[in-house]
């Protein structure tokens, strides 16, 4: 995957002084309606992301934990930077659809993780795993994004 895009944009934002912040401002830019969880993104590999998201007064519900929708905003945007870094040339994703569960309170800071076996990269439905922990590691969100994977058409001669 040493030739995938993205892979290579982050390697290069890497190098710099805060890397992984410029990369992410740079990407939510891109998708602006990540930018509404100033997302971090904290580890990008071919077939797993994991971004960071802070515990802050505009993501709060009326309890004060991190609301749910923001942590799926989260996960999506893990998901979508997996599926960039990690799909063969000659496919295509979209998302389908997404269920989660939410089995504790948010009460901290959110590290939103997407991941699937390096193998899963076939035409169909793909469900990928996407899990939300606290800073204590306890799952407080976890569900499956489902993508729709196909071949891309093949380029017309002109």
Not at 18 to 32: D, E, I
Not at 76 to 84: R, S, T, W
Not at 86 to 111: E, Q
Request: with cysteine; aromatic share 10%; proline share 7%.
């Amino acid at each position: 995957m040493a030739d995938n895009y993205l892979l290579k944009i982050y390697a290069k934002f890497l190098k710099l002084p805060l890397g992984r912040k410029l990369f992410s401002w740079y990407s939510a830019r891109r998708a602006p309606y990540f930018s509404t969880v100033s997302p971090l993104i904290t580890e990008l590999r071919p077939n797993y992301c994991e971004v960071l998201i802070k515990k802050r007064k505009g993501l709060q519900n009326h309890i004060g934990t991190v609301h749910v929708i923001a942590i799926c905003n989260g996960l999506e945007m893990a998901m979508g930077f997996m599926c960039e870094a990690s799909i063969p040339k000659h496919l295509r994703w979209i998302p389908k659809g997404m269920t989660v569960s939410y089995p504790a309170r948010a009460d901290s800071d959110i590290r939103c993780v997407a991941e699937v076996p390096s193998d899963a990269w076939q035409p169909g439905e793909l469900p990928i795993k996407v899990t939300a922990y606290n800073q204590q590691g306890t799952v407080v969100v976890e569900g499956t994004i489902t993508v729709w994977v196909s071949e891309k058409p093949a380029k017309q001669a002109s």
